[in-house]
């Protein structure tokens, strides 16, 4: 996206990152006023667990640690996890919004909460995949490696319409 709009990136985002970690690291960021920051929100099922005294994100897909069975299985997709990235959401944009940082908001996996209720913001971009009905993963150009996240020329069409949607929103 940084080349396409030919700015300067600073990528913030972690592996296995739930909505938690990216706003944490947004907020604690040294964005600017009229910075551009492209937040692409992770699943909403992503929870934090302390493993080695370090607190992380965990999905319930790739669970490995006996702390992390803190939670039962229905609280990942609950609406608990939902509001509370919601709420995680809005104060990032409250953030922003008081530097004057243009924050663009992607959703590529959340089918109802998010769209729902961003949609009347104004820099909120839903790229987010139909499923396949069969498997339950989104339906995408290609895969990477591990045959669930995208590949490359996804990535390649994630950036292309990422680039122009800001383009638009920027005038």
């Not at 300067?8 to 604690?28: H, P």
């Not at 080695?52 to 996890?81: G, M, P, R, V, W």
Request: charged residues 25%; hydrophobic residues 35%; glycine residues 6%.
């Amino acid at each position: 996206v940084a080349n396409e709009l030919n700015v300067n990136e600073v990528n913030l985002a972690k592996s296995e990152a739930s909505i938690w970690d990216g706003a944490d690291q947004i907020i604690r960021s040294d964005v600017q006023k009229d910075d551009i920051v492209a937040w692409g929100l992770p699943p909403a099922g992503r929870v934090e667990t302390v493993i080695d005294n370090t607190i992380s994100s965990q999905s319930i897909n790739h669970a490995e640690h006996a702390d992390f069975f803190t939670y039962k299985l229905d609280h990942f997709h609950s609406n608990t996890q939902y509001l509370v990235g919601l709420r995680e959401i809005h104060q990032v944009i409250n953030f922003c919004n008081r530097l004057q940082v243009k924050l663009y908001i992607v959703n590529f996996t959340e089918p109802v909460w998010f769209p729902l209720a961003l949609r009347s913001y104004e820099r909120f971009l839903n790229l987010q995949h139909t499923l396949d009905g069969r498997t339950f993963l989104p339906i995408m150009i290609d895969y990477g490696t591990d045959g669930e996240h995208p590949g490359p020329r996804q990535h390649q069409e994630y950036a292309e319409k990422i680039s122009k949607f800001i383009r638009e929103k920027n005038g």
